[in-house]
């Protein structure tokens, strides 16, 4: 069965350099049986270690030297900029989705198989399953390339509620209106499902960097 969707534009031109699709209209998505090996979701879970550490000592580095309000302009600059060297490094797509987004290319599809997997993962912690261990890992065909995709759960710590909490400080809260008039991602509590990462590479490529890494 083949399931048009329409993937959000950020996600489009990625997966354009990425070679995972060569057109520019809404690609084709059909999912595949085949499972994805434990050996590539090891090494999305390493990459994305690696990529959250990079992240939060950034954050954490900003927060200790300028404050919150300073650590806005930090993370409204990096983030997007470390997800792209990680991309660019491991040649996958690898950014940061959510319901409630802060940044406008971080918004999943209304009726994409993001949006469905976000909304499966806020059904599994409801179901009891620890946050730390939520995801997801499926082939997909795309444009009639084979593909994996890849989503992990990332929960709220007490940390990320200065910038996401229910009670952001009001120069905290200007600065995030200024940078993001359309912000939807405040109102979190500790232990809320923030979004997820979503990572997207060609099998190909995937099985390649398996192979060498051994
Ligand atoms: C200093 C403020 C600040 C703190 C603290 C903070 N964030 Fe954020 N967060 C932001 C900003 C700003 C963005 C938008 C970044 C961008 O433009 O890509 C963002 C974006 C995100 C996104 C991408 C989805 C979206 O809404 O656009 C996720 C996921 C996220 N933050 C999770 C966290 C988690 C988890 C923590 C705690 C470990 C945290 N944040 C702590 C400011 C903060």
Redesign the pocket.
Known sequence: MQVRVLLPLGLLLASFSYGLNAAVAAPSVEASDEAVPEAVIKYYKKTLMSFTKTL?GE?KG??ESGG?TN??SV??SS??KIAEEASQAENMHLS???L????P??EVVAGSWQESVLQQFEQRKAAGEDPMQIDYAATQVINGVETYAYMKA?P??D??L???GADVKPEVQAK?SE??PEDK?VGYAVGDL??AFLIMQAKEVALKKVETAQ
Request: hydrophobic share 35%; proline share 9%; charged share 10%.
């Open positions: 939060q954050l900003a927060i919150p650590a806005i993370c409204h983030a997007p940061r989705v959510s409630k987004n802060r940044n290319n971080n990332i709220t710590p940390l990320c200065t910038c996401h995030l940078l993001y991602a923030r979004g």
